[in-house]
T-cell receptor, first 115, second 111 residues
Framework: EADIYQTPRYLVIGTGKKITLECSQTMGHDKMYWYQQDPGMELHLIHYSYGVNSTEKGDLSSESTVSRIRTEHFPLTLESARPSHTSQYLC??????????????FGPGTRLTVT | GNSVTQMEGPVTLSEEAFLTINCTYTATGYPSLFWYVQYPGEGLQLLLKATKADDKGSNKGFEATYRKETTSFHLEKGSVQVSDSAVYFCALSDRDYKLSFGAGTTVTVRA
């Protein structure tokens, strides 16, 4: 059973506020990911990390930033939220699992609404 | 590069009907293939996987066979239930650490 947690599950916030979406996993996985999911349900990778102190930008450009100070924690921050940031944000983690390579485990997601 | 193309939805079925969702892929190496499912209001869950050609993944009555000759990994279930209503994603994992996802197919099963 995967143990990856995201808080808050739902967030409604005004324009210009700073927000941090939390993601934690208890599986000791070295690789973690953030996805943005649009209303059409398509997933876009926005950030990933290979391990502590490693962060990379994903395929979709995002104004958010991430940090990886501890293996289990991969928070995402928006310095100044805008309505265009309204979306579902999904966190995932993985480790090498032999022939299945990098099978990813997902958190429940944070639904962000910026008014 | 890697890419996944899956059948466009939405798909609406009656209970006990047969479900097929087509998925084809392009990859430079020898990928592993996955189907993920997302129930309303939740994150993605791994439904099944296959790691080499001719492998069949199965779970909860769903099956998919890794076909290298047709670069396909179609998802099937013989008799769907209302509880199978969800969004289904086909994905592949190649030599790097990232998954390539299809666009997702929304399935609605009516009682």
């Amino acid at each position: 059973e995967a143990d990856i947690y995201q808080t808050p599950r739902y967030l409604v916030i005004g324009t210009g506020k700073k927000i941090t979406l939390e993601c934690s996993q208890t599986m000791g996985h070295d690789k973690m990911y953030w996805y943005q999911q649009d209303p059409g349900m398509e997933l876009h990778l926005i950030h990933y990390s290979y391990g502590v102190n490693s962060t990379e930008k994903g395929d979709l450009s995002s104004e958010s930033t991430v940090s990886r100070i501890r293996t289990e924690h991969f928070p995402l921050t928006l310095e100044s939220a805008r309505p265009s940031h309204t979306s579902q944000y999904l966190c995932a983690s993985s480790e090498y699992s032999g022939r299945a390579r990098y099978e990813q485990y997902f958190g429940p997601g944070t639904r962000l609404t910026v008014t | 590069g890697n890419s996944v193309t899956q059948m466009e939805g939405p798909v609406t079925l009656s209970e006990e009907a047969f479900l097929t969702i087509n998925c084809t892929y392009t990859a430079t190496g020898y990928p592993s293939l996955f189907w993920y499912v997302q129930y309303p209001g939740e994150g993605l869950q791994l439904l099944l996987k296959a790691t080499k050609a001719d492998d069949k993944g199965s779970n909860k009555g769903f099956e998919a066979t890794y076909r290298k000759e047709t670069t396909s990994f179609h998802l099937e279930k013989g008799s769907v239930q209302v509880s199978d209503s969800a969004v289904y994603f086909c994905a592949l994992s190649d030599r790097d650490y990232k998954l390539s996802f299809g666009a997702g197919t929304t399935v609605t099963v009516r009682a």
